[in-house]
């Protein structure tokens, strides 16, 4: 046999890939059937994780009140921190640690289901904070064992958090984001209730939204899996295992969605079809790249946001720089496309269709910019910003940039083409500013 599903096996190349389908309940008044499903999965004492602002929404007031009508004990955490960091990771395993907790619910964005996943982690499995660190940052220790069941709830269309293996965390004591991935840190189950994206800010949305988009993109157009060398073993096939006929599947359903319904419902937030589409594509978005991987544009994105100095974006609390998560990623993506368009001309052109662009005469070379384009569009509809320019970056920060992205190579590996510091640095100059 030479090749899988349209992906031509090469020598010394993978010749398998690992389904890792997540167990999805979604749909409006999902939130409900929480407590039923934390007694099926056995909790009787429960930590529900969330943060001080959805702490006091009603997201958590439905999941609260259908535990306890569950008969299930609950105590709330309500110190889940927005981009957490080692400290907040280790407070919040000192809280598991303690309460002796046989189950987990987690309401809230990302970073609250992160913050969840590492304190279930360390709770059920102590050591020191760097052994399940990804190396080279921490030791990168596997886990030992299956931790305590998860819930997962999220009430932003982005991240994805809820179906993957991934807890993403600022270390302090090094300044770089990094994070732990195992295949059981992913929640054993995940509601997704659409109705919780109702009261999200504009400016929240897009970033979300392109978030989801940047996910689906750079999983389908990863280094295919069979290009990866084979494992000496299956249990280092890692979980960034690059394109699979499995995750290309999600990411091209997401990427149709995303085309069609993310400037409505950036543009009007009373568009409940386009808000509740935009949830449905980030579930599956989040089920594409927790089985591929994404790359270089969010490898890129851990330099943008922890290096940004001089800009706070609009609608979101506080007043220290912050260049959101999703926008510190799509701020890279059209730069990005031009680079790896060559890898898969064919791929290119089909993300830029479903996304919404006409190809109909577009010849493969041009992928790059027909994708790149059509990115760009999408961008200026949703008044995101024009490139890292409009975020306070300059030409000079450059070699900054290179080097906070360089470490980031669990995900560069995962570029269809070597990304190296001299094409980090054509890519940061070209991501400065696009039209
Ligand atoms: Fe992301």
Redesign the pocket.
Known sequence: MLCCQGYPFVDGGETAFQVDAARVVYGSGALREVGPAAKELGMTRVALFSDERVARLEPVALALASLRSAGIDTTLYDRSKVEPTDASFREAAAFARDGRFDGYVSVGG?STIDTAKAANLYATYPDDFAAYVNAPAGAGKPVPGPLRPHIACPTTS???SEVTGIAIFDYLEIHAKTGIASRRLRPDLAVVDPECTRTLPRTVVACSGF??L??ALESYTALPYVRRARPASPAQRPMSQGANPFSDLACVEALRILGAYVVRAVSDPDDGEARERMMYAATLAGIG?GNAG?QVP?AM?YAVAGLARAYHAPEYPGHEPLVP??MA?IVNTPSVVRFTAETSPERHLRAAELLGADVRDATPGEAGDVLGERLEALMRATAMPNGLGDVGFAERDVPALREGTLPQQRLLANAPRATGADALDALFAAALRYW
């Open positions: 990302g982005g991240t994805g978030d989801v940047s996910h790249f994404v969010h994105a998560h999703g990623v």
